[in-house]
């Protein structure tokens, strides 16, 4: 009893050990053969039931068995090959689950395509033979089938990074599904195109009509080829309404069918166009630069109102322009907020798992600074996920001078920036590439920056501003704590990298090395003491507010308030006193012209 089960155990575990895995890439290559052979079975089987073609005879016969053997090995296959489930999602191993799934699926089909009906029968009705062939169409629609494509490239780009691969599925998908409609519709048009001759060459309708389409055109004059051609250009000017008038339907039967073909095609070009205008809106939502051209280009005219209706310098818009191109295309969440309706009805572990997965490259890359080893688990990474702001430097660009304000932290993530300072009219400088980050140490201690940042090559960057980078990690002092700790650290590191940077300058420049006293003199000097003197010019206005006591300077006001209404008085009574005197001086004057009257009356007498 005990040597039965092991038998059994020792017979599954070698059925087991048989089972192919759904991301086996020699398998996933062997389905893109089938896939194309499947389409070749189906355009042939077509051709060969309307234009009575016979393949042994034209000598194929041998391609033909190719094709049988290889649709037989890939029945085998099916009955070891990992499955999804539909409704679960998960891979399903267990043999007689997928021999079960199989039976019941695909099994039939693939059996009836392959099974060579004409050997056994022997019969000498070749058509009605082939028309067993025609099974494998449905089996066709795997070749149209995107879940089957999208499994067939998550193999083939299993090795490449995770936002690569992000991109190339996307891409790809979208791709495809432009040339899958264009396939639906020539496989439709080279369908019709065959059963339309089959109906016409074999008068199917019984119609006494005694033109048809296949005597009107003579096409039993013409090659098999050009019948083909001449069909299909039939076909898909009726499916396409268009009709030009050169080939038409001769008998009543005919052109009932040609009605049914053109209802067919005002159907089947809606979904083919619905569509088509699908695919491309939605790859400029997921991969394209959104188009916002439109809105930018109305918020700049606006800006023209200010500037008396005169237009923006070309360059000026030419950079904007360039800036926000770029800005879109690289927002990674440019079709995401945090209020977005999808991303509120998820679980809080769900959205964090969504947003790690979308910025896991980030995050890795500049776990130095984002510590995402020590606290993945935390809600931060998610909400500064939604700050990161591409950006841009040309090769030559200045991002910082010295004692400049630094109001964002840059993380970089291709080309190379060149970090220097003076000495003695030349630039000393150093070089950092991709993963390198700057501008935290500032921010956390409120310095200015003390170096010349300047992009070497083109720079393509992410940039965390300064106002929401502190709101954020304020709100976990644990991750701050360690940040401030580790920038400090880094930041006396980069000071001995600089120093070490001018040792060597100074050494090309003179042929020997300064003692480390004087090199760390030097570098004071140059870069140190220059920073803190900026900083003090600029402080000094503040500074010398702190010194004045607030008491005094409401007193000082008060009193300026009140000589101002003295003064206003004093105005105010000295107009008054110069119009009481003007009017003074006019009861004198008239008093004089009155005494002078008065003495020249005398004189006259």
């Not at 950006?391 to 030559?396: H, L, T, V, Y």
């Not at 090199?519 to 003197?533: H, P, S, T």
């Given at each position: 009893m005990m040597d039965h089960h092991e038998d059994e155990d020792a017979n599954r575990s070698l059925i087991q050990r048989l089972i192919i895995s759904i991301n086996?890439?020699?398998?996933?290559?062997?389905?893109?053969?089938?896939?194309?052979?499947?389409?070749?079975?189906?355009?042939?089987?077509?051709?060969?039931?309307?234009?009575?073609?016979?393949?042994?005879?034209?000598?194929?016969?041998?391609?033909?068995?190719?094709?049988?053997?290889?649709?037989?090995?890939?029945?085998?296959?099916?009955?070891?090959?990992?499955?999804?489930d539909n409704e679960t999602f998960e891979v399903v191993s267990d043999f007689k689950k997928i021999v079960k799934n199989y039976l019941t699926t695909w099994f039939i089909f693939d059996f009836i395509a392959v099974f060579p009906f004409n050997q056994i029968l022997n019969s000498n009705d070749a058509t009605f033979l082939r028309l067993f062939r025609a099974v494998r169409l449905p089996k066709f629609l795997r070749l149209l089938d995107v879940s089957k494509f999208d499994q067939i490239l998550e193999v083939l780009l299993e090795n490449t990074s995770r936002q690569e691969k992000?991109?190339?599925?996307?891409?790809?998908?979208?791709?495809?599904?432009?040339?899958?409609?264009?396939?639906?519709?020539?496989?439709?048009?080279?369908?019709?195109?065959?059963?339309?001759?089959?109906?016409?060459?074999?008068?199917?309708?019984?119609?006494?009509?005694?033109?048809?389409?296949?005597?009107?055109?003579?096409?039993?004059?013409?090659?098999k080829i050009r019948r083909l051609i001449m069909c299909c250009y039939f076909a898909l000017t009726t499916l396409a309404t268009v009709g030009y008038g050169d080939l038409t339907p001769?008998?009543?039967?005919?052109?009932?069918?040609?009605?049914?073909?053109?209802?067919?095609?005002?159907?089947?070009?809606?979904?083919?166009?619905?569509?088509?205008?699908?695919?491309?809106?939605?790859?400029?939502k997921k991969l394209g630069v959104v188009d916002k051209g439109s809105d930018l280009q109305?918020?700049?005219?606006?800006?023209?109102?200010?500037?008396?209706?005169?237009?923006?310098?070309?360059?000026?818009?030419?950079?904007?322009?360039?800036?926000?191109?770029?800005?879109?295309k690289h927002d990674r969440l440019s079709s995401l907020t945090p209020d977005d309706k999808y991303l509120k009805i998820m679980p809080k572990s769900l959205r964090f798992q969504l947003i790690k997965y979308l910025f896991e490259d980030i995050f890795q890359l500049f776990r130095g600074f984002l510590l995402i080893k020590e606290f993945g688990d935390?809600?931060?990474?998610?909400?500064?996920?939604?700050?990161?702001?591409?950006?841009?430097?040309?090769?030559?660009?200045?991002?910082?001078?010295?004692?400049?304000?630094?109001?964002?932290?840059?993380?970089?993530?291709?080309?190379?920036?060149?970090?220097?300072f003076m000495y003695e009219g030349e630039l000393v400088t150093r070089f950092f590439g991709r993963g390198y980050y700057f501008g935290d140490y500032h921010i956390f201690s409120d310095n200015k920056a003390e170096y010349i940042y300047q992009a070497n090559s083109y720079l393509k960057t992410l940039a965390l501003p300064k106002y929401k980078f502190l709101k954020i990690v304020e709100q976990y002092p644990e991750i701050k704590s360690k940040m401030v700790s580790n920038s400090f650290k880094y930041s006396k590191e980069m000071t001995k990298a600089m120093i070490n940077t001018l040792k060597a300058h100074l050494k090309k420049k003179t042929g020997h090395d300064l003692p480390q006293e004087e090199?760390?003199?030097?570098?004071?000097?140059?870069?140190?003491?220059?920073?803190?003197?900026?900083?003090?010019?600029?402080?000094?206005?503040?500074?010398?507010n702190k010194n004045v006591d607030p008491k005094k300077l409401e007193n000082i006001s008060q009193r300026l308030r009140n000589t101002d209404d003295g003064l206003n008085v004093l105005l105010s009574q000295i107009a008054e006193y110069k119009q009481n005197v003007g009017k003074e001086l006019e009861d004198i004057a008239q008093r004089l012209e009155n005494i002078k009257m008065k003495l020249i009356d005398k004189k006259e007498k």
């Open positions: 086996n890439p020699y398998k996933s290559i062997f389905d893109i053969m089938i896939l194309v052979l499947i389409g070749y079975s189906c355009i042939t089987t077509a051709y060969y039931i309307s234009f009575d073609y016979d393949p042994e005879a034209a000598g194929h016969i041998f391609f033909e068995n190719f094709v049988e053997i290889s649709f037989a090995i890939d029945i085998i296959l099916r009955f070891f090959h990992e499955y999804k992000m991109n190339y599925l996307y891409a790809s998908k979208y791709i495809y599904k432009v040339i899958r409609l264009i396939i639906i519709a020539i496989t439709l048009t080279y369908f019709l195109g065959c059963f339309w001759y089959y109906i016409t060459a074999n008068n199917v309708f019984n119609d006494d009509a005694k033109v048809s389409f296949f005597k009107a055109y003579n096409l039993d004059k013409y090659p001769q008998s009543n039967a005919e052109k009932i069918f040609g009605i049914l073909i053109m209802i067919l095609g005002v159907a089947f070009f809606s979904y083919i166009m619905g569509n088509f205008n699908d695919v491309l809106i939605n790859y400029d109305a918020w700049m005219t606006s800006l023209s109102k200010f500037t008396s209706n005169k237009p923006l310098p070309k360059e000026l818009v030419k950079q904007i322009d360039e800036h926000f191109k770029f800005f879109w935390s809600s931060f990474y998610y909400q500064i996920a939604f700050e990161f702001l591409p950006r841009k430097f040309e090769a030559g660009e200045s991002i910082l001078s010295p004692g400049e304000d630094i109001q964002e932290i840059y993380f970089i993530l291709e080309g190379e920036l060149k970090i220097g090199l760390q003199k030097l570098f004071q000097e140059n870069v140190q003491d220059k920073q803190k003197n900026q900083q003090a010019d600029q402080g000094r206005g503040r500074d010398m």
